[in-house]
């Protein structure tokens, strides 16, 4: 049931992934730096809710019978956000990295 639903999941995002793309090329086609900005923010949300689905899946905050580790309620809650908020944070900064980059600021100074 829980890779069902991760499964399940796992498929929304990438349809908004998919959607999203598919919407911004009937917008705005040409490949300018708009472009690289919306392909490293789209990258940003979606890298976001992949790492939310799998650490749902892995700790399962709010279904104590469907947690694969053996954990409490109150620890896997706080377990999952706090894992969450630091792989955000890191995403964050992999997207400021990479929009220096796009914007022609060289890797090292990045």
Known sequence: MLMLRAVIDLFAV??????????MLVIDPNSGLSYLLFIDVLWLIVM?????VVLRAI?????PGLRLLPIGD???????????AVAILALILRLHSSLLND????MEVS
């Open 14 to 23: 990438a349809a908004f992934a998919g959607a999203s793309f598919a919407t």
């Open 48 to 52: 976001i809710r992949v790492v939310a």
């Open 59 to 63: 700790l399962a905050p709010r279904t």
């Open 74 to 84: 109150a620890v896997a809650m706080n377990l999952h956000w706090q894992l969450l």
């Open 103 to 106: 914007f022609g600021v060289p």
